[in-house]
């Protein structure tokens, strides 16, 4: 099944640290720009014993799945994206099947590694936030939201966490087109962001 778009997505693609903000941001434009938003945390792969996994290394994502969805959603074809379930650490059999739209957000931590997924960009996007201050809102997300223990947290962030952070998605900024001050009021970033791509959905 295909639709014959009047032109090829915009896609936007947005990065950065764990808790830096980037997955709020992203979220909240989608919804104002009636934008599609595919997240990169769809296409971890299988993992069978999910203690000491590292979550944070590119080698844990299938993202020559998400590099062949985001082409079939260029070509304006309609796309089976994967369902990944965090409670089995699993995928699973079913897909969800989303039409592209004029506007596509790619978001997720290592999303810029990738060179493929940084060449369909039209538009490189990189939450920044000092490591203190995302370590805060890690423990605060984690135990509150998750129910883990903060010396879980803690022992993550140390072993695979911050330095996947240090090698693979700091490195990321110096090659967005766009930084958003992730220690700002989320409203912001927001405002900025979709004032940046509207720009150039009007050729501004």
Known sequence: MSLVPTQRPLF???????????????AAAAELLDALLVSHDRYYLDVAEPRGHNYDHPDALDTDRMVSDLRTLARGEVAGLPIYAFATHSRQPEVERVAPKPVVLVEGILTLVDPRVVALADLTVFVDAPDDIRLVRR?????????????????QYLETVRPMHR???APCRNQADLVLDGTRAPELLV???VGRVTGQLNGT
């Open 12 to 26: 936007v693609v947005i990065a950065g640290g764990t808790a830096s903000g980037k997955s709020t941001v992203a």
């Open 139 to 155: 423990i605060r997300r984690d135990v509150v939201s998750r129910g883990r223990d903060v010396e879980g947290v803690l022992s």
């Open 167 to 169: 090698q693979f998605v």
């Open 191 to 193: 405002q900025q962001l």
